[in-house]
């Protein structure tokens, strides 16, 4: 055998020889204190660990409203665009921008001189022609007296009658000219269609308008709509709720942090869905007499469609999921606890949940802690807000020898 092979066969020997000492002195430390001892004494740490602190609510029984949300947009009830019927020149405007106006309040005022020439003619002429009448019907009544009725020709008492009608006519079309220029006299004032908010005026007085020149725009606060989508699936219980009796409507802030105002009513469900957006229409009523709402402002609608008598209530925080769905932790009469499988329903506020199946009311959850816990680990219950007592000096002895010197549990140095 060569010297190169030799070599060899001793460098695998020794390597060996090695692994073999490596092993026994590996299997001795497993058996002293390597993992399978630190596993079985966790085991048995396991047994004696202290209860695990958690906050326990009762699930209560209570009335729950079901809401339906949707995002909504403000609009007047009327908007009216204030135009004068007459042109002229712009003598004055008797509002401020921004002013609310009752109905019937003169707005502006336009140069009324031409319509009150026009109603003076035709004033004149009626009084002219009422007393040709006048002397038409003196003339015919005299000739159709019987003392003069045998000297009076036939033709001309025809004449005269005829001629009482004629003038009967024309004053009759002079009163109708009457009321024309009074009319358009009347224009000249130009008064507020609606009660209602005045806006930006759009013209100033001393121009000279026409008829149709937009002056200024009212908009109808009270009582205002909200008009707002909702998806087709919620048309059943809107239908529904809507046939029960009125369905209160509240308008809350864009965050939906609180409520603007409520007391609204559900006014009307449009009378088609939408085949692009699989949504349908409805409005709001409310009175807003404090003008909280203003057209054009973009609110969330919460509106009531029934209410659950007697649902079950607990905070949202207590309900976990898992992959065999929803579950909630109950503390049992030996401080226990036991994985409890539930399905949520409604929201109840901003943090609690109604539950549908799994629980009956009065059972002890935990809300808080409970990502420490499994089945059958014991817990201190705190309530809401309460925090663990702090250790006494007798436990902090007892854990301090538990852990021995050096700071190492189970013994000393190894």
Do not use: C
């Not at 209160?248 to 957006?277: E, P």
């Not at 709001?284 to 609110?299: E, H, I, K, M, S």
């Amino acid at each position: 055998m060569s010297r190169f092979w030799k070599i060899v066969l001793l460098v695998i020997a020794v390597l060996v020889v090695g692994l073999i000492g490596l092993r026994v002195l590996g299997g001795g430390k497993d058996k002293a204190g390597g993992p399978g001892a630190a596993a079985e004494a966790g085991k048995d740490g396991g047994r004696d660990s202290a209860p695990v602190p958690v906050t326990v609510v009762d699930a209560a029984r209570q009335d729950v409203p079901v809401y339906a949300s949707a995002l909504g947009t403000v609009s007047a009830m009327n908007t009216v665009t204030v135009s004068p019927q007459v042109g002229g020149q712009l003598i004055s405007l008797n509002f401020k921008e921004g002013q609310e106006v009752k109905q019937g309040d003169v707005l502006a005022q336009i140069d009324p001189r031409t319509a009150q020439a026009s109603y003076d003619e035709a004033a004149a002429a009626k009084r002219q022609n009422q007393a040709l009448l006048a002397t038409a019907r003196s003339n015919y009544a005299r000739s159709n007296s019987p003392e003069y009725r045998q000297y009076v020709a036939k033709t001309d008492l025809d004449t005269q009658r005829n001629q009482v009608a004629q003038y009967e006519s024309t004053v009759a079309a002079n009163e109708a000219s009457m009321r024309a220029a009074q009319v358009q006299l009347q224009y000249t004032r130009v008064t507020a269609p609606i009660s209602g908010i005045a806006g930006i005026r759009a013209v100033d007085a001393g121009n000279v308008v026409s008829a149709g020149t937009a002056l200024v725009t009212l908009t109808q606060v009270h009582p205002i709509h909200i008009v707002f989508n909702l998806p087709e699936r919620q048309l059943p219980d809107v239908r529904q709720a809507q046939q029960a009796g009125p369905v209160t409507i509240a308008a809350l802030d864009r965050n939906d942090a609180h409520v603007l105002t409520d007391g609204g009513k559900l006014d009307v469900v449009d009378n088609q869905i939408s085949s692009d957006s699989g949504t349908f229409r409805a409005r709001a009523l409310f009175d807003n007499p404090d003008n909280t709402l203003w057209p054009g402002q973009f609110v969330n609608v919460r509106m009531q469609l029934r209410t659950i008598s007697g649902g079950v209530v607990i905070p949202t925080q207590a309900v976990m999921r898992g992959p065999d769905g929803e579950y909630v932790y109950i503390v049992q009469a030996d401080n226990t606890v036991a994985m409890q499988t539930v399905k949520s329903g409604v929201e109840v506020g901003d943090s609690h949940v109604q539950i549908t199946e799994g629980l009956k009311g009065g059972e002890r959850v935990v809300s808080e802690g409970q990502f420490r816990l499994k089945p059958g680990s014991k817990v201190t219950a705190l309530k809401p807000g309460e925090t663990p007592a702090a250790p006494t000096e007798a436990e902090l002895k007892a854990a301090a020898q538990q852990q021995g010197p050096g700071g190492r549990r189970g013994g000393g140095p190894r």
